[in-house]
């Protein structure tokens, strides 16, 4: 009598399990596939600043980390704003990525120029919906 028990409650346990995997394909094959092709031309751009794009002197590295500590430290910010690509170079520097408001870019850009040894700051954060 166990053994029969064992087995029915095996074969409900897989067929729940494998119920379960197809439902998971079914949505994921019905998942719309962001498309940034636009943008992944434009950063192919020599003039576009991406991360690689980065000085490796100290003093822009230093630049670039106390930006990122005043952004994680900003609890005002969105997830996206705390992530924004910073790039230093010769102490000019870039900021790249979505925020959710203009507000929040502003705050951003002002908490990069306050930064010790910035000399200009080109905010090229863009406004997402």
């Known amino acids: 009598m166990k053994i029969i028990t064992l087995l029915f409650l095996s074969a409900v346990l897989i067929v729940g399990c494998s119920k379960n995997r197809s ?3 079914q949505v994921s094959q019905t998942a719309v596939e962001p498309d940034n092709s636009g943008r992944n031309v434009r950063d192919r751009n020599d003039q576009t ?24 430290a900003d609890d005002s910010l969105s997830t996206n704003g705390k992530n924004a690509k910073i790039i ?23 908490k990069a120029q306050q930064i ?9 954060l863009e406004i997402t919906n």
């Not at 102490?91 to 705050?107: F, I, M, Q, Y």
Request: hydrophobic share 25%.
């Open 23 to 25: 439902e998971d394909k």
């Open 49 to 72: 600043k991406t991360a690689g794009d980065q000085s490796e002197s100290e003093a822009d590295r230093t630049i670039s980390q106390n930006i990122r500590q005043a952004l994680t």
């Open 88 to 110: 230093t170079i010769d102490g000019t520097v870039t900021l790249r990525g979505p925020v959710k408001s203009d507000k929040e870019k502003s705050a951003i850009g002002g």
């Open 116 to 124: 010790a040894g910035v000399k200009n700051v080109d905010n090229q």
